[in-house]
């Protein structure tokens, strides 16, 4: 099968979307002229779909986003784009109070196709207002879905899901990502919400780890596996709300050990929440103490060195799975 | 200009329609059959029906939270509405969210906003589907004169200017955010603040219902035909306090008492009577009224609370 990026498989599931369907609209800064997507996810869209589905907006976030839940409210299937995750702070309201509660507060008299891409991660020096992973503080608002994928297949399958949803998704995209490749089908297809999948498995370890960090996790553990001949289950959960919480369940059945590797910060994290899910339904499958490894708890630098000691890699994960298997 | 008298009578009917139905909501208030909090637009009702009323059912409302007369203007079922705001599951949002926050569809009211500001990017989204869909409608995005400070407010002017949206907006200066007078927030006028975006903007006396009622007509068929939005800026007066509960301390007693001769439902019935319209006929949209009230009453108490079910957690 063909290999695309994952820009291109996010490129190809908006286009699909919007070819059959116009009320499909992509909203955002610059993701139609001058930079087609400040990280090129968009471009040639515009060509192809003009400038009643490629709508591009003054800086404005709290707009932008109310757009699209105004238009969602309409009956479109606005796709907002955010140029960078962390600008989302400037519409919280949007998000929090608007677009999370439109179902509930109407009595279910509306329900939202509405979603929100949001480019973030660390790694490129980009600093404290450009490089954060937020997912965790957006998890503990009912009302929201959240996708978190980590490959150009699971991305092209997820965002058409999610722009048909009827609920409002956050789809969190790591920019890491955007140039990895995976094998992808031409045709449209769909990937469920609250489906995990298993990344690789395995029988002494398991490790959940979320977009960008199912790379990280499939380095270290290569080199782990390798060196003392373990073998580590790898588990992408795809969907952070609703969380396949079974798929890590039926794991730690067989491995019984949990470790838990996300990019954002440690404290209130996703995995505070996975590892309290697990204690709460598999917890006589436990041998170990379940670990989460994460970002330290701090803005994200832009010095390398302090960028390199707060975030999640290859060597600090791998030192933290030795440590834990005391190996 | 003298209105076709059947159009004068239902915004005669509108205004006491308000009246009667928020004197209730504050009755059963006070006995402690409403759950929360309500704001109420008693001495604003002109505002309210004049410019709803202007509108045709294929037009979109935004009420603000303090909105109970423009959705009742635009069609809201008295006896659902009422059993929302005293939390019945048989009200517009099945009981959920009560009186600041009320979407009624059937009508075409996207919900009332208990987050100040938070209408004007939502008003966006919905002006531009309605220019996609080449929809021969527009959108009604109502707010208070505090509102008006929020940079939300500026966005939005923004927006429907450059993107040539069918947003007629609509201020009701009340003169207080809360208790905090318009003269100490801002130096400008509202209408001022659109100017400078190129809107197409408009002042009425809003204690006047036909005035609000031809300008708001006259703005709307404007944004229709010219595809510009408008604000028109009304200015009013709530009697009351800023929810149900509230002493007005704030308030100098001169001034309530000038705006308390300005009634715009005795304004408009003295007009009428000049008008030659018969009594007969405002006794009768009084009646009309007093029975609606007291239907809906009747429907919203004898109603059942809700009750909660697994589908409510997302």
């Known amino acids: 099968m063909r290999e695309i990026t994952y820009s291109q498989a996010l490129r190809e599931a908006m286009s699909q979307e919007m070819r059959e369907d116009s009320s499909v609209l992509l909203i955002g800064e610059d993701v139609g002229g001058g930079y087609r997507g400040c990280f090129g996810v968009s471009t040639g869209m515009l060509e192809e779909f003009g400038e009643n589905q490629i709508i591009d907006t003054p800086i404005s976030e709290n707009t932008i986003l109310g757009a699209g839940i105004g238009a969602a409210l309409m009956g479109m299937k606005p796709i907002v784009e955010m140029m ?45 207002h450009h490089s954060q992973c937020l997912e965790s503080i957006f998890m503990s608002i009912p009302g929201l879905k959240i996708a978190v994928p980590s490959n150009a297949y699971d991305a092209k399958g997820l965002l058409k899901t999610s722009i048909n949803l009827g609920e409002p998704v956050l789809f969190f995209e790591h920019k890491k990502l955007y140039k990895t490749k995976s094998e992808v089908p031409e045709e449209a297809y769909s990937i469920p919400f609250g489906k995990g999948k298993i990344i690789k498995e395995g029988s002494d370890l398991t490790i959940v780890a979320l977009s960008y960090m199912v790379n990280v ?27 396949d919480i079974d798929i890590i369940g039926e794991s730690v059945k067989k491995t019984s050990k949990l470790i838990i590797l996300e990019e954002g910060v440690l404290r209130g994290g996703v995995g505070a929440e996975i590892c309290s899910q697990v204690n709460e339904k598999f917890f006589d499958y436990l041998d170990y103490p379940i670990k989460r490894i994460a970002s330290k708890n701090m803005a994200v630098p832009m010095s390398p060195f302090l960028e390199k000691a707060m975030i999640p890699n290859k060597d600090s994960v791998l030192d933290e799975i030795k440590e834990y298997l005391k190996l | 200009m003298d209105l ?18 928020e004197e209730k909501v504050y009755d059963l208030a006070k006995k402690g059959v409403v759950h929360g909090s309500v704001h109420l637009c008693i001495g604003e009702e002109a505002t309210a029906a004049g410019t709803v009323l202007a509108l045709d059912k294929s037009d979109y409302i935004m009420p603000t939270h303090r909105g109970h007369g423009q959705a009742l203007a635009k069609g809201a079922d008295p006896k659902k509405f009422l059993a929302e705001i005293i939390a019945k599951e048989t009200g517009l949002c099945k009981g959920r969210v009560g009186s600041m926050h009320t979407y009624d569809r059937e ?50 002017l923004n927006f429907a200017d450059i ?14 955010g809360m208790g905090t007078h318009y003269s100490d927030t801002c ?8 100017k400078i975006f190129n809107i197409i903007t408009e002042t009425a006396d809003g204690n006047d219902v036909e005035e609000v009622y031809l300008k708001t007509k006259k703005l709307v ?34 001034e309530v008492k000038k705006w308390k001769k300005l009634d715009p439902i005795k304004r408009y019935i003295d ?33 059942d609370y809700p009750t909660f079910d697994d589908s409510m957690e997302q």
């Open chain 1, 84 to 128: 960078f995750e962390d600008f989302i702070a400037i519409c919280f309201d949007g998000i929090l109070n608007q677009a999370a509660k439109v179902k509930f507060m109407s009595g279910d008299q509306f329900s939202l196709n509405l979603v929100v891409r949001l480019p973030g991660g660390s790694g490129n020096g980009t600093g404290p």
């Open chain 1, 217 to 243: 996790a499939k380095e270290s553990v290569l080199e782990l596996e390798n060196r003392y001949g373990l073998n580590v289950e790898i588990i992408d959960p795809r969907t952070i709300v609703p969380l």
């Open chain 2, 4 to 21: 076709d008298k059947d159009l004068s009578l239902k915004l005669l009917e509108k205004m006491l329609l308000a009246r009667k139905f």
């Open chain 2, 107 to 156: 009508n075409n009211n996207l919900g009332a906003q208990g987050i100040l500001g938070a209408q004007f990017p939502i008003s966006i989204g919905v002006g531009l589907s309605i220019k996609l869909k080449k929809l021969d409608s527009v959108v009604m995005c109502s707010f208070g004169d505090g509102t008006s400070n929020q940079g939300t407010f500026f966005e939005g």
């Open chain 2, 163 to 176: 993107w040539d949206l069918p947003i007629v907006f609509v201020c009701v200066n009340n003169l207080y």
């Open chain 2, 187 to 194: 130096n400008i006028s509202i209408n001022q603040k659109a």
């Open chain 2, 221 to 254: 068929s404007k944004v229709k035909k010219e595809k510009r939005p408008a604000l028109i800026e009304c200015y009013t007066y709530r009697w009351l306090g800023h929810s149900a509960f509230d002493n007005r301390p704030y308030r100098p007693k001169e």
């Open chain 2, 271 to 303: 007009k009428l009577k000049k008008n030659n319209i018969e009594d007969s006929k405002i006794k009768s949209v009084k009646e009309k009224v007093d029975k609606i009230i007291a239907e809906a009453e009747k429907f919203a108490l004898a109603s």
